[in-house]
């Protein structure tokens, strides 16, 4: 009984050695006609980016292979070649196949084996590309016959067929390829389609409204094809455009229209770790460098909703430091809020608040007597002032160093008539509060001091009042 047992247990261990071990890692077979002895790198998307992930060396038959032991993460990837070409393909979960070309047109002849989904990928951009010189020929004759409302409406009805044969592509490969990561990224690129709103007869305003309504349906609907659970997305272009175009164009760009937007679209993204951490790092620095003036509010709301309450875990303490800072200088002079008062001596001695200034509208200054940008803003800022002073301006100009007798023999010398303050030793923490970090810094003040505008030109400034008033 016993040599049975034995013997059954080598016939086991037999066995096991005898199953085959499927390849974990990636082997990508090229071979491209018009190159050889030379380098190509394989790289892949990443938002915007573009990174290197392996280069190999091409025989002289243009012959070379992608290999390691580690799979590649599923994405678009890239093919750079010597000449700064290219050529696109999916990583996937097979990653064991073959693609050939040719240099002299790399799309024509591209050509992939063991790779079903690269295959359809190819037919996808040669369709595209077929597609698009028709749509640049149907908008040269729309250009050509601006005059023919005949002809327009020809134009038009083929370029509605046009579009309809893209989407029913589209339709098709998402539907014959799912979970595939090709089906993903169609879907994702899908724009929203409006229905044809009925708009009642009683409404005078019909364009008006029309616009309305389409907004509110593209806020709604424009990122419903986007599986954020699906971190294939985050080595591709696709993500990243997508809710770029969706945060900085679709939304009006007040932070009353994109912070709850905001909490949508991350709430959306927890359904991916990876995904949740690229779009929140995204959202931040998006708005930190926004150059629209108030966007800064919803920087310190994502800071404040992801970073400050400990969900950002991947954040290191030095970068959670910058990023306080950050809030903590922006929140006080947030555009829509009540400013900061302050209380400064004058030229003269006496004391003056900024809260107490009668004026319709007051513009907070900042300025140096040695800063160059001063020197030709703060005379610009002298005439709006001459203008619009009757009408209800003032100007509060705070002077930002400690050197007194310079100060006063400069606003006598080019007559700054206008409320002249400091603050020396900084007792009022104007820095902070207006986060001054450079000169010269405006900011506009309705009659209630709320904050209208900041840190903008005093051009800018003289059209703002020109309309104001």
């Given at each position: 009984?016993?040599?049975?047992?034995?013997?059954?247990?080598?016939?086991?261990?037999?066995?096991?050695?005898?199953?085959?071990?499927?390849?974990?890692?990636?082997?990508?077979?090229?071979?491209?006609?018009?190159?050889?002895?030379?380098?190509?790198?394989?790289?892949?998307?990443?938002?915007?980016?573009?990174?290197?992930?392996?280069?190999?060396?091409?025989?002289?038959?243009?012959?070379?292979?992608?290999?390691?032991e580690k799979k590649l993460d599923a994405g678009i990837y890239l093919l750079a070649?010597?000449?700064?070409?290219?050529?696109?393909?999916?990583?996937?979960?097979?990653?064991?196949?073959?693609?050939?070309?040719?240099?002299?047109?790399?799309?024509?002849?591209?050509?992939?084996?063991?790779?079903?989904?690269?295959?359809?990928?190819?037919?996808?951009?040669?369709?595209?590309?077929?597609?698009?010189?028709?749509?640049?020929?149907?908008?040269?004759?729309?250009?050509?016959?601006?005059?023919?409302?005949?002809?327009?409406?020809?134009?038009?009805?083929?370029?509605?067929?046009?579009?309809?044969?893209?989407?029913?592509?589209?339709?098709?490969?998402?539907?014959?390829?799912?979970?595939?990561?090709?089906?993903?990224?169609?879907?994702?690129?899908?724009?929203?389609?409006?229905?044809?709103?009925?708009?009642?007869?009683?409404?005078?305003?019909?364009?008006?409204?029309?616009?309305?309504?389409?907004?509110?349906?593209?806020?709604?609907?424009?990122?419903?094809?986007?599986?954020?659970?699906?971190?294939?997305?985050?080595?591709?272009?696709?993500?990243?455009?997508?809710?770029?175009?969706?945060?900085?164009?679709?939304?009006?760009?007040?932070?009353?229209?994109?912070?709850?937007?905001?909490?949508?679209?991350?709430?959306?993204?927890?359904?991916?770790?990876?995904?949740?951490?690229?779009?929140?790092?995204?959202?931040?620095?998006?708005?930190?460098?926004?150059?629209?003036?108030?966007?800064?509010?919803?920087?310190?709301?994502?800071?404040?909703?992801?970073?400050?309450?400990?969900?950002?875990?991947?954040?290191?303490?030095?970068?959670?430091?910058?990023?306080?800072?950050?809030?903590?200088?922006?929140?006080?002079?947030?555009?829509?809020?009540?400013?900061?008062?302050?209380?400064?001596?004058?030229?003269?001695?006496?004391?003056?608040?900024?809260?107490?200034?009668?004026?319709?509208?007051?513009?907070?200054?900042?300025?140096?007597?040695?800063?160059?940008?001063?020197?030709?803003?703060?005379?610009?800022?002298?005439?709006?002032?001459?203008?619009?002073?009757?009408?209800?301006?003032?100007?509060?100009?705070?002077?930002?160093?400690?050197?007194?007798?310079?100060?006063?023999?400069?606003?006598?010398?080019?007559?700054?008539?206008?409320?002249?303050?400091?603050?020396?030793?900084?007792?009022?923490?104007?820095?902070?509060?207006?986060?001054?970090?450079?000169?010269?810094?405006?900011?506009?003040?309705?009659?209630?001091?709320?904050?209208?505008?900041?840190?903008?030109?005093?051009?800018?400034?003289?059209?703002?009042?020109?309309?104001?008033?």
């Amino acid at each position: 009984m016993t040599k049975i047992i034995k013997l059954f247990y080598l016939l086991i261990f037999v066995f096991i050695l005898s199953i085959p071990v499927l390849p974990q890692g990636y082997r990508i077979e090229v071979k491209i006609e018009g190159i050889k002895d030379t380098s190509i790198v394989l790289a892949y998307h990443f938002g915007e980016k573009k990174l290197v992930k392996d280069t190999i060396y091409l025989d002289n038959q243009g012959e070379g292979v992608f290999e390691d032991e580690k799979k590649l993460d599923a994405g678009i990837y890239l093919l750079a070649l010597p000449n700064m070409n290219f050529f696109e393909l999916i990583i996937d979960e097979d990653q064991e196949f073959s693609v050939s070309t040719d240099t002299t047109d790399l799309l024509k002849f591209m050509k992939f084996t063991g790779s079903a989904q690269n295959s359809i990928f190819i037919e996808y951009q040669r369709f595209m590309a077929e597609q698009q010189k028709k749509s640049g020929s149907l908008s040269n004759r729309w250009k050509l016959n601006k005059e023919n409302p005949d002809s327009l409406e020809t134009i038009r009805e083929e370029m509605n067929m046009l579009d309809r044969k893209v989407k029913d592509y589209w339709n098709k490969i998402i539907s014959e390829n799912e979970g595939m990561l090709i089906s993903s990224l169609i879907n994702a690129i899908r724009p929203p389609e409006p229905p044809d709103f009925e708009i009642p007869d009683n409404i005078v305003n019909k364009d008006s409204m029309r616009w309305v309504l389409g907004y509110n349906y593209n806020k709604n609907h424009f990122l419903d094809s986007v599986d954020f659970s699906d971190q294939r997305l985050l080595r591709t272009p696709v993500l990243k455009a997508k809710i770029d175009r969706y945060f900085n164009n679709v939304l009006i760009q007040k932070p009353d229209s994109v912070i709850p937007e905001i909490t949508k679209i991350v709430d959306r993204c927890r359904a991916n770790e990876k995904v949740f951490q690229y779009v929140v790092i995204y959202l931040l620095n998006n708005f930190l460098q926004s150059n629209i003036m108030g966007m800064d509010e919803v920087f310190v709301s994502v800071a404040e909703d992801y970073y400050l309450s400990g969900e950002a875990d991947w954040v290191d303490s030095a970068s959670l430091v910058k990023i306080r800072d950050r809030v903590y200088k922006i929140k006080p002079n947030i555009i829509g809020h009540l400013s900061k008062d302050l209380k400064m001596e004058t030229e003269t001695g006496e004391w003056v608040s900024l809260h107490q200034v009668n004026a319709k509208y007051t513009v907070l200054y900042f300025w140096e007597t040695d800063c160059g940008h001063c020197k030709i803003a703060t005379p610009l800022l002298l005439d709006i002032y001459k203008k619009l002073k009757d009408k209800g301006l003032e100007v509060f100009a705070v002077y930002t160093q400690d050197k007194k007798q310079e100060w006063i023999n400069i606003i006598n010398e080019k007559g700054y008539n206008w409320i002249n303050a400091w603050d020396p030793n900084n007792t009022t923490y104007f820095r902070l509060f207006y986060d001054i970090y450079s000169t010269p810094t405006v900011y506009l003040l309705d009659e209630n001091k709320k904050i209208i505008a900041k840190r903008i030109s005093v051009e800018a400034l003289g059209k703002m009042l020109d309309s104001l008033f």
